[in-house]
């Protein structure tokens, strides 16, 4: 048995390839939208990729099971558990084998078993592996969203994103069960997730690859709570924010992605384009670095770094599905990498793009402060110190005073922020805030500075803030 590990860290996302050289067959596990890393590792492998499945249906990327489906005229195999709303609906089109728990099939030699593990979505199913060459027992456990090290997925996306009330509550207990179910199998099995650190789909992901269901059983807190209703609790309690983009990709990986080859392709746009766009009030993100936006930027754009892991993540926060993007960027870099970290979260309605070179004498600027002018500010009576960092975070930590607005929900309180005075974006590492500070300025704010600083150095700041 062959397996391969893939690993996006724009999406912190994990998918596999497991093949079996004897028959020359591959199966492709969870794969995103951008299939070339599949079709490059099984042409390396001398595989053909001839299954391809998914443990659910995801909100946190596009699916790429059509995509590889349509390149390799692989079999597909999906998801019939849980409820009515949440079936593939073009499982139909791929005429892709619908599956339920206890099933099994063949990769060569390799036997997958599917074991049905409801509560972070109904549907949710994991993969055990059997290398049947060598072995009458399973090796490993492909999880997907239902166990990470060190975590189990969230059962709120489907209420908090996605808008179906009453549904987290259930799926807090049926993650219980989920998790009973598992402690009944060898301690030795490796456990093979679908996301690491960063991932929003859990609150406390590790950053190890992989691990063995022993290891998880001794130290995740998930295997540690004595009761149904302790997990349930403890489970819902301090999730981050679910991000606004996550209820567009359950509706695009149900009803399944449009294929990129008919998509339009976005085209370099002049100035007359750029005015036009700002009046009808599209979105246009200036994807330059952090300094080179603060020196000068276009009224009316936002600040989203394409050299961040979190690209997509930021501009899922603020995209608007029904109208077009745009985007800024410096003259020589290039638009497709760009694409596809857009393409990952369903933007497919990509506008167009502008040089850098059209910002003129009339730009904007964003002051940026250092921790020793960011405590001067704050001690001025007219400051207003606005940490746009998690919830999370700032129970943690903040500052005295400190108003707290999630960086992705601020155009919702626009209209509580002041006009006067001086607004101190800061978040822990100076992107967020900016992303933040860059927002307000688009809605006419031009009282706003951004501390550029880590949590680690503005929380120095304490002792003598806490005398002011």
């Known amino acids: 048995m062959l397996l391969r590990y893939f690993y996006d860290k724009r999406l912190a996302q994990a998918s596999y390839m497991i093949g079996c050289p004897d028959c020359g067959e591959a199966l492709i596990i969870d794969p995103i939208r951008n299939i070339e890393p599949y079709l490059k590792a099984a042409k390396e492998e001398g595989l053909r990729i001839a299954h391809i499945t998914e443990t659910h249906i995801h909100a946190d990327f596009v699916s790429g099971v059509p995509e590889l489906a349509a390149a390799t005229g692989a079999q597909v195999y999906l998801s019939d558990m849980g409820d009515a709303d949440w079936k593939y609906a073009y499982a139909g089109a791929l005429k892709a084998r619908l599956l339920h728990d206890g099933d099994n099939w063949m990769v060569g030699k390799v036997r997958v078993e599917v074991i049905h593990t409801p509560g972070h979505t109904p549907e949710h199913l994991c993969f055990m592996i059997t290398d049947t060459a060598g072995a009458n027992k399973p090796m490993g456990i492909f999880t997907g969203d239902f166990l990470f090290v060190g975590d189990v997925g969230r059962p709120d996306l489907l209420e908090e994103a996605a808008g179906i009330a009453n549904t987290k509550e259930l799926g807090a207990r049926q993650q219980y069960h989920s998790v009973q179910r598992f402690k009944d199998y060898p301690d030795y099995l490796q456990i093979w997730p679908g996301h690491g650190a960063g991932s929003a789909c859990g609150k406390a992901l590790g950053a190890i690859p992989s691990t063995t269901l022993g290891y998880e059983k001794m130290f995740n807190p998930a295997f540690q709570q004595p009761t149904e209703d302790q997990f349930a609790i403890w489970l819902l309690t301090d999730q981050p924010e679910a991000p606004r983009y996550f209820a567009q990709m359950k509706k695009v990986n149900k009803e399944g992605a449009a294929l990129i080859k008919t998509l339009r392709e976005p085209q370099p746009l002049n100035q007359l384009a750029l005015d036009k766009v700002l009046e009808a009030g599209d979105l246009v993100v200036d994807v330059r670095r952090l300094n080179a936006f603060a ?46 970290a857009l393409y990952d979260i369903g933007v497919d309605n990509v506008g167009g793009y502008f040089s850098s070179e059209l910002i003129g004498k009339d730009a904007q600027t964003l002051r940026t402060i250092s921790v020793e002018q960011f405590a001067e500010l704050a001690a001025k009576p007219d400051t207003l110190l606005l940490d746009v960092r998690g919830s999370g975070e700032f129970a943690e930590v903040h500052l005295p005073n400190a108003r707290h607005i999630f960086y992705g929900t601020l155009p919702r309180y626009l209209d509580q922020l002041p006009r006067t005075g001086t607004i101190v974006t800061y978040c822990a590492s100076g992107v967020r805030s900016q992303i933040a500070a860059s927002v307000l300025q688009k809605h006419g704010f031009d009282n706003v500075v951004n501390l550029k600083a880590t949590t680690e150095q503005w929380s120095a700041l304490l002792p003598s803030l806490a005398q002011a």
Request: hydrophobic share 45%; proline share 9%.
């Open 295 to 340: 020196r000068a930027h276009v009224a009316g754009a936002i600040s989203i770094p394409a050299s961040s892991n979190s690209f997509s993540t930021y501009v899922g926060w603020f995209v608007d599905y029904q109208r077009p993007l745009y985007l800024i960027l410096e003259p020589d870099a290039l638009i497709q990498p760009l694409l596809e």
